[in-house]
């Protein structure tokens, strides 16, 4: 499968608890976007970056999250003392970087995150 | 006011009807417009592109209104296979090509 992978799929952890997520883009794919959906809510933006560098950051990612993309190819996402709004399903999407006006996201699997 | 508005819905709808999905958007500056189908705990995934002369993509019609800043789809000859969460979707441009979406509206086909 060449797709988007992220991993775990899900996590169950509870709350004050540290987690962490991986993303692998689909391969040569540059920019790397993370989203959060919550239940009945459309993704919402995180964060992206275009090869190592994290260019954007959302609002919403407050000081216990952070991101990172160290060699340019995944990424992972730690959320630091959890708490209970931060269950939600975490999506990464990767993309080219070309020309175009508009390149194409295509989002992973997710990982859905419960925090009791 | 969020940045997409759609109605949640649910849409239920008995096989082969044509249905209707709306969406607003507030930012005046956004570039590009797109529908996106969710399956249920799945990915989203992109259904088309929406642009301003309108375009069809088999039973799937996009539209996009850029002066009342409204995105419509109207999908005929609906299949239990279209039962889906329909996301609006807009870019606002710039470099970092990040995406806005809407809640989505839940389509159920019945047979």
């Known amino acids: 499968d060449t797709g988007v992978s992220q991993d775990p799929r899900h996590k169950i952890t509870k709350r004050g608890q540290n987690v962490t997520f991986r993303c692998d883009p689909i391969?040569?794919?540059?920019?790397l976007y993370w989203y959060r959906q919550t239940l009945g809510q459309g993704p919402e933006f995180l964060t992206y970056?275009?090869?190592?560098?994290?260019?954007?950051k959302s609002r919403l990612l407050s000081d216990r999250f952070s991101a990172e993309r160290p060699k340019g190819s995944f990424s992972t996402l730690e959320i630091q003392r959890t708490e209970q709004g931060d269950s939600a399903m975490y999506l990464c999407?990767?993309?080219?970087?070309?020309?175009?006006?508009?390149?194409?996201?295509?989002f992973g699997p997710g990982t859905r995150l419960t925090v009791l | 006011r969020k940045e997409v508005e759609q109605d949640p819905g649910p849409f239920n709808v008995p096989e082969g009807a044509t249905v209707a999905f709306n969406c607003t958007y507030s930012?005046?500056?956004?570039?590009?417009f797109f529908w996106y189908r969710q399956d249920c705990r799945k990915e989203p995934k992109l259904l088309m592109s929406?642009?301003?002369s309108g375009n069809e993509d088999g039973r799937f019609t996009a539209q996009l209104n850029r002066a009342s800043q409204y995105i419509s789809l109207l999908i005929r000859d609906s299949k239990l296979s279209d039962s889906a969460t329909y996301l609006c979707?807009?870019?606002?441009?710039?470099?970092?090509?990040?995406?806005?979406f809407g809640t989505g509206t839940l389509l159920a086909v019945q047979p």
């Open positions: 999407a990767s993309s080219t970087d070309t020309a175009l006006s508009y390149n194409e996201q295509f």
């Open positions: 391969s040569e794919h540059n920019r």
């Open positions: 970056f275009q090869n190592e560098a994290q260019l954007e």
């Open positions: 930012n005046s500056a956004s570039q590009s």
């Open positions: 929406v642009y301003s």
């Open positions: 979707v807009v870019r606002y441009g710039g470099a970092t090509n990040k995406l806005i």
